[in-house]
C-alpha cells in the first residue's frame, strides 16, 4: 500500500514572521512514530511541508495529515486534494482533537487524541475494508511503542534531527495550554518504560539531543531513572521544565550529570493573580531567581518563556519582563501574545465572556491579538510584545546578559547561542538553501559542551580541627 504521511505548512509561510530556520529545527515525530504501525511491506512517504515541497500530483492508497492549529488551512485543502483525486484521507492531530466537526467536511476518517491505540486500530479496520469515520483515543500508554520510523527522516534538512519525546501531556493544568483538551477522557501524563527511552537514545546519532517533552522532570521517578541511565552516554542535552521541578530535590543535578545543558521554562508572568487566573499553581510563590541560580551554578542555559495579555498585565509588563531576563543572564526567550487556543478552558471562558474577536485561526499563532483585552489596548500588547523581542535580543541587551554569568566559558557560549540563533538570518537562510543545516550540529555541540559547575570547583568545607 502507498501510505503518505504529511506535515503541512502553516499558511504564515508567506507572512514576514517567517524564520525558515525556526522551522527547520524539527522534523514531524509524532507521524513517524505512527509510521511504526505500518506494515514492513508499506510504501511511505513522509513529508513536511516546513522543509520541502509538497508533490501534489501523486496519488497514494492513504493520506495521513497531521493537523496545527495554524496549518489548519492548509490541511483542509490538502485533504480535499488528495480525496478529490480518489485517496482515502485521515485528519488527526491537536486541532482536530478540538474541533473534530471543522475538519469532518475534509476526511474519510478523523483520530480525536493521541494516535498510539486508534491508528493501529484504523489500519486493521482500513485492511479489512471497513474503517469508522471516528476514532477516540482512551487506552493511553506508551509502554508497547515500537521503534520510530526514523528512516523516514530527511535528517538533512534540519538542524535538530535528534529530536525525541519519552512521554505525553503534562501533570499540571494550565487554563491556555492545549493538553487537557487533548488529552480529554483518558491519562493526560505518562511516560514510556526507562528501557524503551534509553534504547531509543542509544539509536540515535552524534551527541546531541533536543527533547520535545512538555515537562521532562515530570515524572521524578522516570527522570531520575532516565537520567541515571544517560550518565556516561557522553550525551548534550536540551528539554524542559517547571521552576517547581528545579527547586525540588536534586534531579535537577542528575539532569546536568547526564547532559543537560540547556532548558526551557515557563515563568509565563511576575503576576500571583495572572497565575492564578491561569491555574499555573506550581509557579505560585516560587522563586524564579533561586531556580535560575540553581542552574547557572550547574552550567545550564535558559530559555524563558513568558506570555503577554493575560488580564493583570499593564503597559509596563514588556520593559519589566525584558529587564528582568537581561538582569537575570537569560539565553533566550520566547514572548507570546496570550492565545486562546479552541478547548481550552481559556478558550470557553472568553467565549462565555464574548471576548473572542473571531475565528480566523491562521492568527492564533501567539503573535496576534484574537480577544479583546482588559488591562491594555490590542494595539499596545502587539506593539509591546514586537518591541519585547527587539529589544531583548539587541547586541547591547546580549551581551549585558552574557555577563551575567560567572564563568568566562558560560558568558561565551550564551553569546554565541543567543546571538546565533536570532542574528544571522541571512545566513541561516543560505546554509538551509544549500542543505547544509546538517554541518551546523556540531557548532550546536560544542556550544552546548559543558561549563564548569559552580558547585564542583567550589573548595570542600575546612575540617574543624579535632
Ligand atoms: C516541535 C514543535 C514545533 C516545531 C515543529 C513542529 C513539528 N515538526 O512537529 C516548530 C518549532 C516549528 C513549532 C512551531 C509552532 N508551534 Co509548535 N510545538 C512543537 C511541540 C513542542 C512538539 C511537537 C511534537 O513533536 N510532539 C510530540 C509528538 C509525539 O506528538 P504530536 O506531534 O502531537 O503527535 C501525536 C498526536 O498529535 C497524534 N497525531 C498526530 N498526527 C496524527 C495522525 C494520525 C493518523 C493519528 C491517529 C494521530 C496523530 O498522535 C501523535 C502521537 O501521539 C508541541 C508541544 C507538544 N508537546 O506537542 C508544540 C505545539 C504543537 N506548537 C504549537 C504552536 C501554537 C506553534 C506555533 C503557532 C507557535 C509560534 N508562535 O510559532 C508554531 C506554528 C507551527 C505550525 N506548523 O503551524 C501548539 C499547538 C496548539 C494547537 N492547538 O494546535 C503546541 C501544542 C504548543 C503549545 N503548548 O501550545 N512547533
Known sequence: MKIKMILPALTEAKSPYWRPIKYSLFPPLGLATLAAYCDPGD???????????????????????QVYITNAYRSYAIADHYRSMGSYVCLAGLHVSSLPEEARPHADS?????????????????????????????????????????????????????????????????????????????????????DAALAEIARLPGRHLYFLDDHLLGDRRFASALFEGMKGMNRVFQGASTVEAILRGNLIEQAAAAGLRSVFIGFETFSAGNLLQSNKKQNIGKD?????????DLGIMINGSFVFGLDDDDKDVFKRTVDWAVRQGLTTCTFHILTPYPGTALYKRMQQQGRLLHNNWDLYDTRHVVYRTAGLSAAELEDGYNWAYRNFYSWGNIAKASLQHNHLKHMLKH???????????????????????????????????????????QPPAIQPAP
Open 415 to 457: 553569546f554565541a547561542y543567543a546571538g546565533g540563533w536570532k542574528k544571522f538570518e541571512p545566513l541561516w537562510n543560505f546554509i538551509i538553501k544549500t542543505k547544509g543545516l546538517n554541518h551546523m550540529l556540531p557548532l550546536l555541540e560544542s556550544i552546548l559542551s559543558k561549563v564548569p559547575s559552580r558547585r564542583t570547583i
Open 43 to 65: 510504501e511511505i512517504i513522509l513529508a513536511d511541508e516546513h522543509v520541502e515541497t509538497l508533490y501534489l500530483n501523486d496519488r497514494p492508497d492513504l493520506v495521513i495529515i
Open 288 to 296: 524564579y531567581t533561586e531556580a535560575i541560580r540553581r542552574l547557572h
Open 110 to 194: 478523523l483520530f480525536i487524541g493521541p494516535g498510539e491505540d486508534t491508528f493501529p486500530r484504523f489500519l486493521q479496520d482500513f485492511a479489512q475494508r471497513r474503517p469508522q469515520q471516528t476514532y477516540v483515543s482512551y487506552n493511553r500508554t506508551l509502554s508497547e511503542i515500537p521503534p520510530l520510523r526514523r528512516d523516514l527522516i530527511k535528517r538533512h534538512l534540519y538542524l535538530v534531527p535528534n529530536s525525541i519525546v519519552v512521554s505525553r501531556g503534562c501533570p499540571h493544568h494550565c487554563d491556555f495550554c492545549y493538553k487537557d483538551a487533548f488529552f480529554e477522557g483518558g491519562r493526560s501524563f505518562y511516560v514510556q518504560r526507562t
